[in-house]
Each structure stands twice: as C-alpha cells, then as structure tokens.
C-alpha cells in the first residue's frame, strides 16, 4: 500500500530564506508526483506536476525534484515570501497508469515571517 | 478561480438530516472526484467519476451517496451522518486520457455535523 510522508510537519523561516521541503513515498510504481498548496481553510492548488519519467519542473521561485527510484521528491522555494505562508501537500499517483486517483501527504504548514 | 466551483461552502446539519453537496466544473474534464480532509489526517480519496461513470469508491459508508449526472456535475448526497464525518470535503476533477495532467480542486465545503 502507498505510503507519503512529509518531512518537516511544520517549518518556520524568516522572509529572503531559501527552502526544502521534503516527500518520500513507499512504492515507486506512480504515474506523476504533484505539488499542492493550501491556504488556511481553502482548497488546493496544484503548483508542480512531475512525470515519472522526470527529474524536476520549475515555476518561478519554486524547484521541484523526483527521484523515483528512492521514493523521494523535494520542493525547493527561493528567496521566501511571507505569501509563501500556507500548507504544502505531496501527492503520488496510486499507482502507474493515469487514473487520476492520488494519495496524499500530511502536509508541511510554511510560515515565513517579515 | 480553479474552474472547480463547489457550494455551499459551510454546511452544518444533525444527524437525521438530508443534505446534498454539489460541484460544477468548466473545464471540460472527464474525470471528477471527491476527497474528504479530516483535521490531523491526510487527504482520503472517497469516489472516482470517469465520464460520468463511477470507477472508485473507496470503501465509503453508505451514507455517503454520490451522484455524476453528466461529466461537468457531481454530487454527494448526506444522510444520517455521525460527529466523526465533519471534515472539509473537497470536489477535483482532471483529464486523463492526456499526459501531465493536474488535478483542479474547487474550495471545499466545510461540513460539521452535530
């Protein structure tokens, strides 16, 4: 059964500090591995989506990295903003083909102060 | 805006209440889901809709009653539900008959039941 975990469960840095986030997951049989975040009591934004043949996709000030065979994945934030304040989610793929069906992370809640 | 609108966006009923949670998407996805976010624990993975077929229930509780009348509506009809079953439910949907693709949540509806 697939398992995600998330790595710290709770972050707080001052505003300009680069970040890593963390996400291992138990089996490596997944389709796509996805970024999320989600603000205080709102749904989920998708940031990142990495194939499971990739190594990593940028958007702006955020890096993310898969390394399938060891289960792992990090989201990488330069240069944080105190907008940058929200939960951030790991999610893989149950398993290898596109079904859409994802598990999920805890989560690790980010509060960056001015 | 996702493109994933979910209402009512606060719902609080008894235990021997009906109640129904609806999502509309406008985004031409084939694929629609429910997932339920209880405190403390990671996203759950509740139904599957593909092309307006159900394809997952993920050992649901007959309360808990889905509906996909078409591929941009789902529903999730409340009955009978216990204090346990509040939570923040959230409505996605995706394609997949692509490569990549994200999954959109809508805002969720927070239900507590009392």
């Known amino acids: 059964k697939q398992e995600v975990t998330q790595i710290p469960a709770a972050l707080s840095v001052p505003e300009g500090e680069n970040l890593v986030l963390n996400c291992s997951f138990t089996?490596?049989?997944?389709?796509?591995l996805q970024w999320f975040r989600q603000d205080p009591g709102k749904g989920l934004t998708s940031l990142l989506l990495i194939q499971s043949s990739q190594r990593e996709q940028t958007s702006g000030r955020l890096n993310a990295s898969l390394d399938k065979s060891s289960g792992r994945s990090t989201l990488y934030i330069a240069a944080s903003q105190p907008g940058d304040s929200a939960t951030y989610l790991c999610?893989?793929?149950?398993?290898?083909?596109?079904?859409?069906?994802?598990?999920f992370g805890q989560g690790t809640t980010l509060q960056v102060k001015p | 805006e996702t493109g994933v609108t979910q209402t009512p966006r606060h719902l609080v009923m008894g235990m021997t209440n009906k109640k129904s949670l609806k999502c509309e998407q406008h985004?031409?996805?084939?694929?629609m889901y429910w997932y339920k976010q209880s405190a403390k624990k990671p996203l759950e993975l509740m139904f599957v809709?593909?092309?307006?077929?159900?394809?997952e229930n993920n050992s649901v509780p007959s309360r808990f009653s889905p509906e996909c009348p078409n591929s941009s509506h789902l529903f999730l009809h409340l009955h009978t539900l216990q204090p346990e079953d509040s939570a923040l439910y959230l409505c996605?949907?995706?394609?997949?008959?692509?490569?990549?693709?994200?999954?959109?949540f809508g805002s969720g509806t927070q239900l507590s039941v009392l």
């Open positions: 809709y593909n092309f307006k077929e159900q394809t």
């Open positions: 985004l031409g996805h084939n694929a």
């Open positions: 089996d490596s049989a997944i389709y796509n």
């Open positions: 996605a949907s995706s394609r997949t008959d692509g490569i990549g693709e994200k999954l959109f």
């Open positions: 999610a893989v793929t149950a398993g290898s083909s596109n079904t859409g069906k994802l598990i």
